[in-house]
């Protein structure tokens, strides 16, 4: 079976997107997902992204992470997707239904309301998620929000000496995260502008993660650190995050198509 495919990406965060929407393709499982995102065997991309009809909403997202493991929330493949649309609409994601609307250099998504109690993120057990007594190797006492998947974040002095790439893992992994953990590493340069680099759960080191960044500005928020709208600066480009009165987060930013191509199923299956 020849399947069609796009390639995009949000601030170099790159998916692979299938459109199931009027044509349904075989089953999705995690090994393929995996064999896709391969960046020397398959397309390669930090997630493969699946759109199929909804019930609920315009259409549905599924999100599988470069390790095949299927997650809630993308906010960089949630722009790419309205590019990809080209109208506003309601998408259904394991984390909620958000809503997308296309701009001329990219999207602005209402990502939804963000979550902070402990059985939210979800932790292991109670603990103030706005500052928790926890610490792994000079990264101490981060905050907690859930955006639609679950984030830790660290402020930091200066976010480029940490070696996230060595303690990222171990954070992910800790028995506190039973569904494992974006990690964020802040560093707060004024009231309206944060730089921020994050770890992203079956990932590793991304170069702009979405909803890392809704995570890190609201927590910046919730702390008093930064106003209500921010800059937030990932290595591969900025987003501007607001979290609004009405509770509700919306980001903005750049989105790209690559290029478009097909390939015969059965290779990766």
Known sequence: MRVAFSKMHGLGNDFVVLDAREEA????????????????????CDQLIVL?????????MRIFNHDGGEVEACG????????????????????????????????????GTPRFDWDAIPLAYP???????????????????????P?????????????????????????????RVNVNVATIVDRTHIRLRV????????????????ATAVHAMRRGLVEREARVTLPGGDLRI?????????????????YRGTFEWDHFA
């Open 127 to 149: 603990l103030d998620t706005a500052s928790m007594p926890v610490g792994w190797d000079g990264l101490e006492t981060p905050g907690a929000v859930n955006v639609g998947n």
């Open 52 to 60: 199929e009809p909804s019930v609920s909403a315009d259409f549905r």
């Open 76 to 111: 960089n493949a949630s722009r790419a997707v309205a590019l990809l649309h080209g109208s506003p609409a309601r998408v259904e994601t394991s984390g909620g239904t958000i809503g997308v609307e296309p701009s001329e250099d990219g999207a602005s998504v209402d990502m």
């Open 242 to 258: 607001e979290w609004n009165e009405d509770n509700r987060i919306r980001m903005t930013g750049p989105a790209t198509e690559s």
């Open 199 to 214: 770890w992203e759960r079956g990932v590793g080191l991304t170069r702009a993660c979405g909803t890392g960044a809704c």
């Open 151 to 179: 984030h830790v974040i660290f402020f930091v002095e200066d976010a480029d000496a940490v070696a996230l790439e060595e303690i990222g893992p171990t954070i992910e992994h800790d028995p506190l995260f039973p569904q």
């Open 25 to 44: 393709l075989p089953a999705m499982t995690s090994a393929v997902a995996r064999a896709l995102a391969d960046r020397r065997e398959g397309i390669g």
